[in-house]
């Protein structure tokens, strides 16, 4: 039995992941991370960088963040404690699904995680108390490369759950879609 079945998303390239548990009297055992599998679906070499964040209050939208090149970056995104509303925006102006979102649900619960490859914004919206998130990078962060995209711009038109309970300052003075350049 796999230990992870990737499955496509209507974004090229952009994958869901479900963490098969094998589960006994104390708990369950699962593969969090396949270099050989993920290697197969475009990730890049090995892993730079993992980063761990907490989000305490439902609502919080985080994002939407990307690394302009050559900085561009894979990222496998997970929540391990709580439920998340996680997003990631296509922005390959080559790809035929620019512009466009795909959202998904991800939690402890479910145990699932998404693939995200280079030329996709990432963000998220806290569905529960005290979300916990295990961010996989495949290139270090390069704050001189930081680039985003306002998570409420209406020419994305993400379904956000919930209403905005809190962004940082940062998120919320990020351009629109049609302000950005590259990619
Ligand atoms: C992303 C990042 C931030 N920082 C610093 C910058 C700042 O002082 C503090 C908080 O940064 P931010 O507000 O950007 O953190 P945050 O909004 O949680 O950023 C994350 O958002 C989600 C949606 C993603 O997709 C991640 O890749 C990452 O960009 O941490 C690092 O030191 N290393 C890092 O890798």
């Known amino acids: 039995m796999a230990d992870l079945v990737l499955m496509q ?3 090229a390239g952009l994958l869901e992941v479900e963490r098969l548990r094998k589960g006994d009297h104390r708990g369950f055992f699962s593969r969090f991370f396949d270099a050989t599998a993920f290697a197969g679906a475009g990730w890049p070499g ?4 993992m980063n761990h964040t907490l ?5 919080t939208i985080r994002g939407m963040h990307f690394q302009h090149r050559p900085y561009g970056e894979w990222k496998y995104v997970s929540c391990l404690t709580g439920e998340v509303y996680d997003v990631a925006v296509d922005l390959r102006r080559a790809s035929a699904t620019y512009g466009q979102c795909f959202g998904t649900v991800l939690s402890a619960r479910k145990g699932n995680s998404l693939l995200i490859p280079d ?3 990432h963000g998220f919206q806290t569905l529960e108390p005290d979300c916990e998130l295990i961010y996989l990078h495949s290139v270090a962060y390069a704050p001189d490369a930081e680039g985003g995209l306002d998570a409420l711009d209406p020419d994305l038109a993400i379904d956000w759950p919930l209403p905005v309970a809190a ?6 003075a990020l351009p629109r879609l049609n302000q950005q350049t590259g990619y």
Request: no cysteine; net charge positive.
């Open 55 to 59: 989000t305490q209050a439902p609502g």
């Open 46 to 49: 090995g892993v730079a960088q």
């Open 119 to 121: 030329g996709f914004a």
């Open 9 to 11: 998303t209507p974004l």
């Open 167 to 172: 962004r940082s300052p940062r998120d919320a």
